[in-house]
């Protein structure tokens, strides 16, 4: 697998975006996914808010996520089936404002595959939306995806023997995040200005259509759901919570 992140100008808040990838990214190949961050894609859809106070973010962070609990280091929220920090509300690199993702962000994955697909020629081709993720008890931070598109991201080895011949029982392969994490750590974090990255090789299934629902796993079901309890982030939400 090959991992090419590209630097690029400063993108604009309301920029066309794919006409911004086709500008920086020379060659997108069959089988290639484009990992693109979502700072691009919160400026390109124009959801950047002027930043005016410390109450108005919160009030954005709770209007932004499903679920959400006050820590003394951020808001520990749920957004779009996703664990964040901050309903994914973003200050960085964000020239004073706040950066809000979108609501649909996987069609907004489809949009950009269908756009790559049409520009480069090719049929199967996958694209990765992603941001900053924080894993419990670990320091500091890794890419996830928040959507993708043209690929499955999950595989389920389920059933499959190891080496040994034992049948696995409950193991799924997180394709999707693997990929973007890989991506990051190219794409950096500051100042490199690296937010596109192509992924070749990838070992993954290209379809059509993406299933969002897949990457998903039920919150009752979840190895943290005694966790999210005891933290008052499992449940249905309450009305003004």
Known sequence: MQVTAYHTAVFKENEDLPRFIFRHVPQVAERDILVVSSKLVCLWKGLAVPYVSKRQKEALIRRESERALKTKLAWLTIKDGMV???AGIDESNADGKLLLLPHDLYACAAQL???LCTQYGIKKA???ITDSLILPLRAGVIGAAVAYAGFEGVRDERGKEDIFGKK?????VNLADALAASAALLMGERRERRPLC????APV??????NPKE???PPEQDLYAPLFRKAGLAG?????D
């Open 236 to 240: 249905k939400r309450r009305k003004n």
């Open 198 to 201: 192509r992924i070749s090789g």
């Open 215 to 217: 990457i998903i796993y």
């Open 113 to 115: 595959r269908a756009a």
């Open 84 to 86: 964040m920090t901050n």
């Open 205 to 210: 299934r290209f379809v059509n259509k993406t």
């Open 126 to 128: 996958g694209v990765i």
């Open 168 to 172: 696995l029982e409950t193991t799924w």
